[in-house]
């Protein structure tokens, strides 16, 4: 496709320049670098904050939401579905109030925690808060072994608990943390997270076949991660950064365990914790990576003057408490990243420094890059690879521009038509191999093609739902890595097919010996006696195929994974530690 957007760019941007991407009358389009204008799209809905990927066969959807609906866009522009969260959970009308929170996303599956305030039916009045975590997802007739694992989802009954929590603000959707799906300790599945905040701070993680652990944070904010950090528990540990408790600002970190009736506990012989922190932001940063090569993780978290990087001691199994492994003297941090950017054997961190408007990214000991941007962040930092090289590239948008930063310290930007309202991704949504800029101002998605034809957004998506770039996935599901297609075939991540021959580059590698990267049309793929070139030509004199092409035949279904009454939680704190 981008071979015919070229003799079009100088019109697109003279158009846009005029008349502000056709929504908005803001002004110049800037551009730095090869990025060019594809398509902007009402979505039908207005106020929408959150945005996330969805894979639907061969090209992938845009989910949006703006706390009341979920808009399902294709890579085209197009409006596909348009669900009402309330109705869908068949949400009783006498319902104070009902929205979710961000999108989580690992890739074949969207998730949104949802809060939904009922009034309480007692003598005593007041209100109680339901809670739900909402799944979207198009593989349900999908024969992929993911689809065999998410099946199981749409059989978990609706709970209700006793309740708990009194007061809900009309902002708080805002404040959820996006779900995301991880593994812990010695769990027999995955676990949804559904964390919110009303009155107090609230996590519950949810197996797939419906076992459960709340968690009462009882703080102000928090943030939450997993990593390995505690050489001496089994799997990943829970980590939460919580910010205003009664004991100030600390970091826990929890390992769980299921017995054998399913039930999920933490196991406080087995934890740690922090103290003596001051964060900074509205969400505490809280990272884990291997930032000395040891094979266990250490914590990264941000302080009011600049990083800790904390990790276990040889008494900490004894103590509980976790060490300073090193201070480094960054400043104020924001969206905190973890990632290899420079070449060398250690990430660095990456991060926003709102004194200084800047991008920065710092090793263990000083600052090796930085860049002035325009505006201020309107989400996260997103962690990509873009060229390549092997090394961390960063997607950065503003409420005035985008940049792409690439090459160690290389740099494209967009100044925008609009002010987004949603974060921004970047991934190959239409099937071309050219990765795509997609972001929301209140009701419109815009669409913005780059140069770039390796990988976008993985943080957050992977199956460690942590805030580094792990290239651990299969994103087109062809059963060759990311990590593959990106430094050994070349091969399009997004495409099950790169080179559209009719062949799968699973096949191709693996079975015919061709190449996933050129056409081989005289392969008879599927042995009925006719070549793949034949077939394909009989397929595009079929006039019922346009439409599937450009509208996708997704099976798109929406399932209310469990529902509690926010009650009986579990203390976060281990008894004693903090005092």
């Known amino acids: 496709m981008r071979d015919r957007f070229h003799w079009i760019t100088l019109v697109s941007l003279l158009i846009f320049g005029l008349i502000g991407a056709g929504y908005s009358g803001k002004g110049i389009v800037n551009v730095r670098g090869s990025i060019i204008f594809e398509w902007s799209s009402k979505v039908g809905v207005n106020h929408v904050f959150t945005i996330a990927l969805l894979k639907d066969g061969s090209t992938y959807d845009v989910v949006t939401g703006n706390g009341s609906h979920i808009v399902i866009v294709n890579g085209s522009g197009y409006v596909k579905e ?88 009309s902002d708080i959707y805002r404040k959820l943390i996006p779900t995301i799906r991880t593994g812990i300790g010695n769990l027999t599945s995955p676990v949804f997270s559904s964390a919110f905040y009303v009155g107090s701070s609230v996590l519950t993680l949810i197996e797939e076949d419906d076992d459960y652990i709340n968690i009462n944070c009882d703080c102000r904010e928090f943030g939450f991660t997993t990593g390995h950090v505690l050489s001496y528990a089994n799997g990943n540990q829970l980590i939460i950064a919580l910010n205003d408790t009664i004991n100030g600002d600390i970091v826990v970190v929890y390992s769980l365990y299921e017995d054998t009736d399913g039930n999920i506990y933490i196991d406080y012989n087995n934890s740690a914790y922090a103290g003596n922190i001051s964060y900074t932001g509205f ?20 302080n009011s003057t600049g990083l800790f990087v904390l990790e276990e ?43 200084n408007s800047e991008l920065e990214v710092w090793n263990s000991s000083s600052k090796i890059y930085s860049l002035v941007v325009d505006g201020d962040p309107v989400a996260d930092i997103v962690l990509c690879e873009l060229d390549g090289d092997g090394y961390v590239d960063i997607f950065l948008l503003t409420n005035t521009a985008a940049y792409l930063i690439y090459g160690c310290g290389q740099y494209n930007y967009l100044q925008l038509p609009a002010t987004p309202t949603s974060n921004g991704l970047i991934a190959d949504i239409d099937g071309d191999t050219y990765l795509e800029i997609v972001f929301v101002a209140n009701d419109t998605m815009y669409c913005y093609q780059t140069s770039f034809t390796k990988l976008g957004n993985r943080q957050l998506l992977n199956s460690y739902a942590k805030r580094t770039f792990v290239l651990d996935s299969d994103t087109d599901l062809d059963g060759i890595s990311d990590w593959e297609e990106v430094y050994v075939y070349s091969t399009s991540p997004y495409k099950f097919d790169t080179d559209d021959d009719g062949m799968s580059d699973w096949e191709e590698i693996y079975v015919y010996g061709t190449s996933p990267i050129s056409p081989d049309r005289d392969i008879d793929n599927n042995y009925d006696n006719i070549t793949v070139s034949i077939e394909n030509n009989e397929k595009s004199d079929d006039p019922e195929l346009l439409p599937t092409l450009l509208l996708g035949s997704v099976d798109i279904y929406v399932v209310s994974l469990f529902s509690i009454f926010s009650s009986a939680l579990l203390v976060a704190a281990k008894e004693g530690k903090y005092s």
């Open 82 to 169: 348009i669900i009402n969260v309330k109705d869908r959970l068949d949400i009783s009308d006498d319902s104070i109030d009902i929205g979710f929170g961000y999108l989580g996303s690992n890739v074949t599956h969207v998730y949104a925690t949802v809060v939904d305030l009922e009034p309480m039916m007692s003598i005593y009045g007041g209100n109680y808060v339901k809670t739900y975590v909402f799944l979207v997802s198009s593989l349900k007739s999908s024969n992929t072994p993911y689809a065999i694992v998410y099946r199981n989802i749409g059989n978990l009954p609706i709970r209700d608990f006793d309740p708990r929590l009194k007061e809900v603000s």
């Open 283 to 302: 969400v505490p940063d809280v990272a884990a990576t291997d930032v000395d090569g040891d094979k266990i993780e250490e914590i990264v978290i941000d």
């Open 313 to 355: 001691d040889t008494d900490t199994k004894d103590s509980s408490l976790l060490s300073v492994k090193c201070h480094i003297g960054a400043g104020v941090v924001d969206r905190l990243m973890l990632g290899n950017f420079s070449g060398d054997w250690t990430p660095e961190f990456i991060f926003y420094d709102p004194v």
